[in-house]
C-alpha cells in the first residue's frame, strides 16, 4: 500500500491512533485525526499529539467535503467495525484498515502472529525471548501494549517482530502475512462485540487469511474451535500441541513431561516442574505453544529450552506478589474472562479468597464456579457483574460471597478472611472498566496494597 501524500483518516485519538498518526507522518500521509467525541476540544487532541508530527483535527462528526477527500482510513481496535461512521466510509469506498494491517505494510523482515481468547501475553512475551535470545533485531508489539505502528519504520530485513494480535486488530487485516501464526484457545469473550461464538472464532482464524500453504499455523488440539479449525479447513501447514493426550505429530504433555513428536520420533523434551518457572496447565499450555511456535521458525531446540527454563512469570498473569501475615497473595489480573479465571483457580494449591467481578462482556461464569471445586473459601464480588455472578454461584449452590461496593472495600475482607496458609487470588473473569482504565492498573491497586501490609 502506497502512503505518502495521501489523505488518511485516523480514527481514535488514544495510544494505537498517536502510534498511528508517528507513523504515517514519517512516511508523509497527510493525516486527518477524529474523535466521536464532542466533549473534546481541538486543544485537547492537539496535546496528545507527538511531536514532529502535523494533523487535521475532526471532532464529533465527518462532513461530505472530508469524506469525498480521503484516501484511506485507519481505525484503532476499540471502534467495533460494524459502527455506522465505519460503515459510512466503506458506502463511500474508502478503504478501512487497523494499526496491524498498517504496521505489517510498513515493516520489514518477518513476523510471528500470536492470538487467542487466553495465554496471548505470556506466550508473546516467552516468544520474544526465544527470538531475542538467537536474533539481534527484535521487536514485540500489539495488543501487548506496544504498538505496532510504533516499531514498524525501525525494522529491518534481518528483524524478527512478534505480534500479540485481539479479536478486535484482527477484524482489520487485509495482507498480514506472519511467517509463523498461532491461535492458543478460543473461548467464550467479547461477545458483546461479535455477538456469536461463531463470529468470534472466525475472526480469530483471520490471522492466517494472508499467509501461504507453506507457511506454519500452532494449535492447541484440546480446544474445540482450534481443533476444529486444524483439522478441516485451515488453509496452512498446522502444528498441533496437546496437555491432554499423546500426539503422533506435534508438542504434548504427559504427566511431568512434555514431548516432542516429528518426523516419526518421539523424544522426551522437559519436565515441567523443575525446568519452568510458571505454573498451572495454562501455562504448560503457553510454552507447548511457544515451542512449537520457535521450531515452526526455524530456530534450534536447545536454543528455545535454555529461554524456557530461565523464563519468569508475566505480570497480572498468576503473578506471585507476596507473602504476608503467612497468606501468598497472587495477582492474575489478566483473567478478564471466565476461562482464564479458570486457569487461575487450578494454579491455586490452598484454600483461596478469590476477589471476582467487573465489567459485563456477556459472559457466563458457570464453568468459572464449577471449577472452584472446593478451593475457595470466600468470593469476593465487586463492580457491575457482582449480582449476575452472585446469582450463578448461588444456583450451583455456593453461597459464601460477599459484596465490596470499592475496590479498597474489597482488600480490607480480603485481609480479614485470609489466614496463615491461604492465599488470596485476584482473578476477576471479567474486564476492568468501569472501575478502572485497564487490567493493568487493577492489578498495579492490588500488588500495592499487598506490598503496604505490615
Not at 208 to 222: A, D, M, R, V
Not at 405 to 425: M, N, R, S, Y
Request: charged content about 20%.
Amino acid at each position: 500500500m502506497i502512503f505518502t501524500n495521501k489523505n488518511i483518516l485516523i480514527v481514535g485519538t488514544g495510544i494505537s491512533g498517536m502510534g498511528a498518526l508517528q507513523a504515517l507522518s514519517t512516511v508523509q500521509a497527510n493525516c486527518i485525526l477524529f474523535d466521536g467525541n464532542e466533549k473534546l476540544t481541538e486543544e485537547d487532541i492537539l496535546k496528545k499529539i507527538p511531536e514532529g508530527c502535523r494533523a487535521e483535527i475532526c471532532i464529533g462528526t465527518i462532513g461530505e467535503e472530508l469524506l469525498h477527500k480521503l484516501d484511506m482510513a485507519v481505525v484503532s481496535p476499540g471502534v467495533p467495525v460494524d459502527s455506522p461512521l465505519l460503515n459510512l466510509l466503506r458506502e463511500h469506498g474508502i478503504l478501512v484498515i487497523g494499526e496491524i494491517e498498517l504496521g505489517y505494510q510498513l515493516a520489514k523482515g518477518r513476523i510471528i502472529g500470536i492470538t487467542g481468547t487466553n495465554g496471548k501475553t505470556t506466550t508473546t512475551s516467552l516468544v520474544g525471548q526465544m527470538m531475542r535470545d538467537y536474533f539481534a533485531s527484535v521487536f514485540v508489539v500489539g495488543n501487548i501494549g506496544n504498538p505496532y505502528t510504533l516499531e514498524a519504520l525501525k525494522t529491518t530485513e534481518d528483524s524478527v517482530t512478534v505480534a500479540e494480535i485481539s479479536s478486535f486488530q484482527l477484524e482489520t487485516v487485509e495482507e498480514f502475512c506472519p511467517t509463523v501464526s498461532a491461535i492458543l484457545n478460543v473461548t467464550p469473550d467479547h461477545l458483546d462485540r461479535h455477538y456469536t461464538m461463531e463470529n468470534y472464532a472466525a475472526t480469530k482464524e483471520k490471522i492466517t487469511k494472508g499467509q501461504t500453504s507453506e507457511q506454519f499455523c500452532i494449535l492447541n488440539y484440546e480446544n474445540e474451535y482450534t481443533r476444529d479449525f486444524g483439522l478441516n479447513r485451515c488453509p496452512v501447514k498446522v502444528v498441533f500441541f496437546s496437555s491432554k493426550r499423546e500426539l503422533s505429530e506435534g508438542i504434548y504433555c504427559q504427566g511431568d513431561t512434555i514431548y516432542l513428536a516429528r518426523d516419526g520420533r518421539t523424544d522426551a523434551i522437559m519436565n515441567i516442574h523443575t525446568d519452568m518457572n510458571l505454573v498451572g496447565t495454562c501455562n504448560v499450555e503457553n510454552v507447548m505453544a511457544a515451542l512449537a511456535i520457535g521450531l515452526s521458525f526455524g530456530l534450534p531446540l536447545e536454543n528455545l529450552l535454555c529461554t524456557v527454563k530461565a523464563f519468569k512469570a508475566v505480570e497480572h498473569r498468576i503473578e506471585y506478589v507476596d507473602t504476608k501475615g503467612g497468606v501468598d497473595y497472587y495477582n492474575d489480573s489478566k483473567g478478564t474472562n471466565p476461562d482464564a479465571a479458570i486457569q487461575g483457580i487450578l494454579a491455586m494449591s490452598k484454600p483461596t479468597v478469590l476477589i471476582g467481578g467487573g465489567y459485563d462482556k456477556h459472559s457466563e461464569y458457570d464453568e468459572w464456579i464449577e471449577a472452584f471445586g472446593g478451593k475457595v473459601k470466600l468470593l469476593v464480588l465487586i463492580g457491575q457483574t457482582r449480582e449476575k455472578i452472585a446469582a450463578c454461584a448461588a444456583a450451583h449452590g455456593f453461597t459464601e460471597y460477599v459484596f465490596a461496593d470499592t475496590f479498597e472495600e474489597c482488600l480490607k475482607i480480603c485481609t480479614e478472611h485470609a489466614q496463615p496458609g491461604d492465599a488470596v487470588l485476584l482473578s476477576p473473569a471479567c474486564a476492568s472498566w468501569g472501575m478502572f482504565p485497564n487490567y493493568e492498573e487493577r492489578g498495579r491497586q492490588f500488588k500495592e496494597y499487598v506490598h503496604s501490609l505490615s
